[in-house]
């Protein structure tokens, strides 16, 4: 007996009437940080600490790691990559962004160079799918290991540990840590440090924008070495950082974690989307917010509204690169931050106790306000136009804010533009779990820079000077 063929992506987008309805009512609401504590104190501490002491993130656990090792890798992640690889040598890291042929973006991560030939590709699953399709299809002479992140088995062995000390007393913990001044390492570049015995790569970056480092090593010496960082930290006013405030510190160093992988439309792509299983990362994620369209295309996004056309290289050939010529001739959507009017959120959580169900607006959970894999809100002016999306949201109780990282027509896009933002669907909302019956509201924003927080700013102009 024949074993039934698995469904695809593609079978997915065939069978629907229509693919944005469907995402819009899949079940899975915001993205998961498994296995890490809600909280180790409180959520607002959690936050403080990256800007005023030092703190602990574990990585271990929400990113899907990609080794790609063999003569053809290099080759292979270079014709995927809108990004230059000149001068791209072990040691070195980068941020990977990979774009469809018709040039919006499939997906971004941290590449590491870790050795000749080898490699490893950490973030959402989207690119590891898309590096992988090319991989197995285009002739490359590579092999993959593939280590999935922990939200399907929490309780699964990891291949590495992933720490990261952030705050102004990171460097001084890191040299604690190591017995003494750490080796000079570039920004985005890895070295050797020991701490508790172990050999440990330190990626010296600022994920949150204020100094320092990523520590990665063999999972089964993670214990031991998070224990050393936290027994030594103590000194240096260290907090260790819950679920619940980790997903927020991309609002105040202005990183979009959330586009929707542009891969539902397209004749060319019909043959990953067949590749692809319908319970990839692109067929189960959902689609959130006000900005409704029936055409799926209008929730694509290229790489200067994700604020990646700094990175952007036409120095070497890539996939998509005929389209992004073509685009970087025209106008584009600017990255920005915005600024919730503190009133009108209040009147939100008022409503909690003013209105009865039904009747209340979409519930603003804090810090992280996420209801859906793929937030979408639209931005309005004060005529009513759509002049914009914003995407990822929640609260700084660094900034005492609510934050939301938007892409607007530049016309409105510069510092200090009073906005609209639309919350909540229409309708009552949508079938996904997360979302109750409510009514939408209009919520003054006004427009702020990004980077938002000004030490991230500070720290990003100190190491563009380098």
Partial sequence: MTAEKPRSLQDIVSSVPNVVDFLRNNISGARIYPVVPPEFTNWRDEQHSWQETVCLFDLSYHMTDLYVSGPDAFRLLERLAINSFKGFEPGGAKQFVCCTPDG??????????L??????????????????????????????????????????RRKVYRF?????????????????????????????????GHKVRLLHHGMIGVAGGELIGPFEEGPEVKAAIVEAGKEFGLRQVGSRAYSSNTLESGWIPSPLPAVYTGDELRAYREWLPDTSFEAVGSLGGSFVTPNIEDYY??????????????????????????????????????????????????ALFTKPKGQR??????????YATWMYDAVRNKQGDIVGISTFCGYSSNEASMLSLAMLDEAYAEPGTEVILVWGEPDGGTRKPSVERHVQVELRAT???VPYAEPSRRYRETVAGR
Avoid: C
């Fill in 301 to 350: 996004l290229n790489p200067w509204e994700l604020g990646y056309g700094r990175i952007l290289k036409f120095d070497h050939d890539f996939v998509g690169r005929e389209a992004l010529e073509e685009m970087a001739k025209q106008p584009h959507r600017k990255k920005v931050t915005l600024a919730w009017n503190g009133e009108d959120v209040a009147k939100v959580f008022a």
């Fill in 104 to 113: 919006y973006v499939i997906g971004d991560g941290v590449l590491f160079y």
């Fill in 447 to 449: 427009v702020g820079p």
């Fill in 164 to 196: 990261q000390l952030q705050g102004p007393n990171a460097p001084a913990l890191l040299e604690k840590l190591n017995g003494g001044p750490l080796p000079p390492i570039k920004f985005f570049h890895t070295g050797w440090i020991t701490i508790a």
């Fill in 115 to 156: 050795e000749p030939e080898h490699f490893n590709l950490v973030g959402r699953p989207s690119m590891h799918n898309w590096v992988q399709y090319h991989a197995e299809t285009g002739g490359y002479d590579v092999q993959l290991e593939r280590d999935e992140w922990a939200v399907g088995d929490p309780n699964r």
């Fill in 361 to 370: 607006p979409k519930y603003i959970d804090l810090p992280g306000t996420q």
